[in-house]
């Protein structure tokens, strides 16, 4: 079962009357929060253990689950844009979970599948943001909703 499904499972049970249900997901989930935040306090005496434990995509997405993803949204956001060399940040900010990101592309003419990439990069990236604004592709800004992990 995949990270992402947690959220939706748990509002599942919100309309159920499963309160025991609920109370035993919910201590679960603290449990293991508390027990990766204590890992990942243990790993950050080394940097680059702690990079590598981030950077596992079967890890990644629980330690954004529990907000414990040691890098800050904005580095994975340039991170992952690194990868598409067609782009540059022009300006970068997070505010309250959102993130503005204003881009220019270069070196190739924008098209459907640079937007694409783009836009798939940005949201894995930052998955943990309430909303993500994009500026700076070829057409009007593109609002990306985010699925959020509480």
């Known amino acids: 079962m995949s990270a992402e499904r947690i959220p939706e499972l748990l509002d599942s049970l919100e309309g159920e009357d499963h309160p025991a249900a609920r109370e035993l997901v919910r ?8 027990a990766l935040a204590a890992l990942m306090q243990i790993a950050a005496a080394d940097p680059d253990l702690t990079a590598r434990i981030a950077a596992d995509e079967r890890v990644r997405g629980i330690l ?3 907000g414990l993803h ?14 598409i ?9 997070v505010n309250a979970g959102e993130l503005q ?13 640079l937007r694409e990439r783009i836009e798939q990069a ?14 700076g592709l070829p057409r009007a800004a593109i609002a990306i909703p985010v699925v959020v992990a509480s």
């Open 85 to 93: 060399p067609e782009v540059s940040i022009q300006a970068l900010a």
């Open 122 to 135: 940005v949201q894995e990236a930052v998955p943990d943001l309430d909303r993500v604004t994009i500026e």
């Open 70 to 83: 040691p890098q800050a949204p904005e580095q994975r956001v340039r991170s992952a844009l690194r990868a």
């Open 27 to 34: 201590t679960v989930l603290e449990l293991h929060g508390e």
């Open 101 to 113: 990101l204003h881009i220019e592309c270069v070196r190739a003419p924008p098209g459907a599948r």
């Open 64 to 66: 954004l689950l529990h």
